[in-house]
């Protein structure tokens, strides 16, 4: 097999001012993700900043076998943009001009590395909204959200991302490029292809350019915090609301150990109930404010009849904002306060406290720790099993245990094992749980036929 040497040396001599590093300390930030650090190092990381690069980079590691792992802002929670040693990372970051807002169409043109948060602020100056919020809005890129359909906090009342994803431009692992769906609402013609790579985590071709959905802006806006007796009681009173066909953006479970953490690093902030076991962040949009009006006191109402306790509103910008804030830093001060193992098991929303009751049997079967939280009104939590005390050999053990004990439940329960990140390398060996053999098989021939020499992302989603 031709070395990655020889690749390089092409790739070089086709497009000497494309910047590919080779040193350590360059290659260093590429080999993680917010979740997997590995030790396997890439030979090189190039920036491509045009789809015709990545067109002859591809072609090119295809002829070579050089396995290319793409990635955006390395935000993920699977390994899914993690390289393997001897790979080549394709960084797509430089890549990141939004290209048109179309206002007549509702929809906005980018490229794959468009950070999301300043997609929503540059469509919001033209009276539109890009709802899809995951937590890392103001670091995660467009990309990285289609290649794990990425959801978030509004995903409630607004869907997630693949719900917005009206076409793209992709590179195959053969160089070819095609161009799926428009900008159009309607379309049968032929398979559709848009809806497949959304979500394939850099497995089947590489996205360049993006067409997506936009929506009229809500101009108005509350938010509320709600205490509760339990996590279970937050599930109970998230279903009254939903039956009673009332469906906010946001509803977010905050238990009081994600609070903990949150307040325990970031001690300048403030939370109207740190000593409730459980909260729900609420939040309602209307396009009017009569609208709002309506719908909130029968919110209270239905609040009050399921058990809540007197919510907090927020009354200002900065109130809004700091609620906010707490919520988007619980992952990352739960992942910095020790050891865990996560799982983003989703299930139908009456499930939720069923979920939530598993989540604790098997902490306490395996003495360690958890906290489970956000996103109930989706049936999407994120399960955090923590080491605690418990001793280094012993968590060795046991943090291969836990997620195949959670996932157990999670599908007996009618769920599944990712609700919005994904698959990637982490969770891979726990495909067949959630997946009949069939289907696999189906997604196996499906990835040969776009990438018959496996060049695209190997190791990834499908278990070895």
Request: hydrophobic share 40%; proline share 8%.
């Amino acid at each position: 097999m031709p070395s990655g040497d020889a690749f390089l040396r092409e790739l070089r001599g086709q497009y000497p001012d494309l910047e590919i590093g080779s040193g350590p300390d360059r290659i260093a930030p590429y080999c993680r993700d917010e979740a997997h650090q590995t030790t396997d190092r890439p030979i090189a990381v190039a920036f491509p900043t045009m789809t015709s690069q990545v067109v002859t980079l591809l072609k090119l590691a295809n002829r070579h076998h050089v396995p290319i792992v793409p990635q955006g802002a390395r935000t993920g929670l699977s390994g899914a943009a993690v390289p393997s040693e001897g790979s080549f990372v394709v960084s797509l970051e430089r890549m990141n001009r939004i290209l048109e807002i179309d206002e007549e169409n509702g929809v906005a043109v980018t490229e794959p590395g468009v950070i999301t948060g300043d997609l929503r602020r540059a469509v919001e100056q033209r009276g539109l909204f890009y709802p899809p919020i995951p937590a890392s809005v103001d670091i995660c890129t467009i990309g990285g959200n289609i290649a794990t359909n990425a959801g978030g906090l509004c995903a409630v009342k607004y869907g997630v991302t693949r719900e917005y994803v009206l076409g793209l431009e992709v590179v195959l692992p053969s160089g070819d490029v095609i161009q799926t769906g428009g900008r159009f609402a309607k379309n049968s013609t032929g398979y559709n292809l848009t809806q497949l790579l959304v979500g394939s985590e850099g497995t089947l071709g590489i996205v360049t350019k993006i067409i997506l959905r936009l929506v009229p802006l809500p101009r108005e806006r509350v938010t509320l915090l709600v205490p509760y007796d339990s996590a279970a009681a937050v599930s109970k009173s998230i279903v009254a609301i939903l039956s009673a066909r009332i469906v906010p953006p946001t509803l977010e479970l905050i238990p009081q150990g994600a609070v903990r953490c949150v307040l325990n690093r970031h001690s300048e902030l403030s939370y109207p109930f740190p000593d409730h076991p459980a909260s729900l962040l609420i939040e309602l949009d209307s396009r009017d404010s009569a609208s709002l009006q309506t719908e909130l006191p029968e919110l209270e109402r239905v609040l009050r009849e399921s058990g809540a306790g007197e919510p907090s509103v927020a009354a200002t910008p900065a109130q809004r904002e700091e609620l906010w804030t707490v919520r988007k830093l619980v992952r990352d001060s739960i992942a910095n306060s020790g050891d865990y193992v996560e799982a983003d098991a989703v299930v139908p929303r009456r499930k939720v406290p069923a979920l939530l009751e598993a989540a604790d049997t098997v902490s306490k079967k395996h003495a360690i720790e958890v906290i489970s939280y956000g996103h109930a009104g989706d049936g999407n939590l994120h399960t955090y099993f923590r080491r605690g005390d418990l001793p280094t050999e012993r968590w060795r053990v046991v943090s291969q245990k836990v997620l195949t004990d959670f996932f157990t439940e999670a599908v007996r329960l009618g769920g599944t094992i990712s609700g919005e990140h994904g698959i990637g390398l982490l969770k891979r060996e726990y495909l067949p749980m959630a997946i009949s053999p069939p289907q696999i098989n189906v997604m196996k021939r499906i990835k040969t036929a776009f990438d018959p020499h496996g060049i695209l992302n190997p190791g990834k989603i499908l278990p070895e």
